[in-house]
């Protein structure tokens, strides 16, 4: 009972998603005697539902996605997968059970959250699960339903369910500083391109091209059923460890982790094709531009004035394309300053 009462202290001190979702996994291994925990997010792409690990056990320790490199562990694969979770949500069950080809027991639990599931848990133990087991397991998901609830309410944006605004800063900051102190030399294009094979993290903004026509021709529900779209591809274009936000209106900020720029190119560049090849309903095609740059030791402000500048490039040079800052500065195609103005793109 003591450690019981120990880790729902723990668990209700938390106000972040990840930390909440390891100190839920690490309840369970230390209570439950589990051989194995993860627990998966669910998203939607077009028609089809996939799942990929936020945070697991790795050696008896909780690991996440905020801590992994860009490995198996992060990459999404169909719902399908998993028959029994499937099952398991059709049936609108709060849990089942399975035994696994190695003999294991594998327990599934969707999180249901304003009668949606966007994520579950997967516990799998070397012995069945006993009724007092699985009540134990009852209290302490109620308890991280509760407060995944409160959680999303504060970080996500409602329309979306992408990160808002808010969260920029925090999250930002812990990117930020897993950046190398010199990754601001890329100014010069010489020095960029000797750099290339670095990796290194990186800002992209994202705006719809003509979205006020879309309002305005089609009406807003179909205008927000255009953002839900879009944010899906983003979820689908993007590993579980980068992180997205809404911010605001049809603006999107991305954050990408560890990658080299040839390669943060081509990730755009792929999100780029994959929102112009999509058929919104009624609406058709829509287009997106994006403007992107390193992420170095300079404030948000400035690193999201670059950004913003190569995107406003983007929009005023044909729109429907990804612009890097560095490399239009070093081009002549733009001077480098900073811009705290909101621009509005029609």
């Known amino acids: 009972m003591e450690n019981l009462l120990k880790h729902l202290v723990e668990i209700t001190g938390h106000r972040d998603h ?9 309840a369970l291994n230390e209570l439950l005697g589990a051989s194995q925990a993860r627990v998966l997010e669910i998203s939607r792409v077009r028609e089809e539902l996939f799942v990929r690990p936020r945070v697991w056990l790795k050696d008896g320790k909780a690991a996440s996605t905020d801590e992994a490199s860009s490995d198996g562990e992060t990459g999404g694969e169909p719902l399908s997968n998993y028959p029994a979770l499937v099952s398991c949500i059709e049936q609108r069950s709060n849990n089942i ?35 007092h087991t699985l009540d134990m397991m009852d209290g302490i998901l109620s ?40 990754d601001n030399a890329g ?68 954050l990408l982790r560890s990658t080299t720029l040839d390669d943060a190119r081509k990730i755009f560049e792929r999100f780029r094709t994959s929102v112009e090849e999509y058929n919104f309903p009624q609406v058709g095609q829509v287009t997106v531009s994006l403007g992107f740059v390193s992420i170095s030791a300079e404030t948000p402000v400035v690193i999201l004035g ?40 029609f």
């Open 187 to 254: 100014q010069d294009g010489d020095e960029r391109r000797s750099g290339e094979e670095v990796c290194e993290q990186w800002l992209a903004v994202v705006d719809i091209d003509h979205f006020k026509r879309v309002n305005d021709t089609f009406g807003h529900l179909y205008g927000d059923e255009v953002l839900i779209l879009v944010a899906n591809l983003l979820r689908a274009s993007f590993r579980a460890h980068d992180r997205i936000f809404r911010f605001g209106g049809e603006e999107f900020v991305i």
């Open 306 to 345: 670059h950004a913003d500048q190569a995107l406003y490039y983007a929009k005023t040079h044909g729109r429907n394309q990804v612009c890097y800052y560095n490399e239009l500065v070093s081009t002549g195609q733009l001077h480098s300053e900073v811009s705290n103005d909101i621009v509005e793109f």
């Open 18 to 26: 990840n930390l909440l979702d390891i100190s839920v996994i690490s």
């Open 143 to 182: 308890v991280y339903r509760n407060f995944q609830n409160l959680l999303d309410y504060s970080e996500r944006d409602s329309l979306t369910g992408l990160l808002n605004r808010k969260t920029f800063d925090e999250k930002f900051s812990k990117m930020a500083a897993t950046s190398a102190p010199a």
């Open 97 to 131: 059970e399975e035994t696994d080809a190695n003999g294991a027991y594998v327990l599934w639990i969707p999180v249901w959250i304003n009668d949606k599931v966007t994520s579950c848990l997967q516990i799998t133990s070397s012995v069945p699960f006993t009724p």
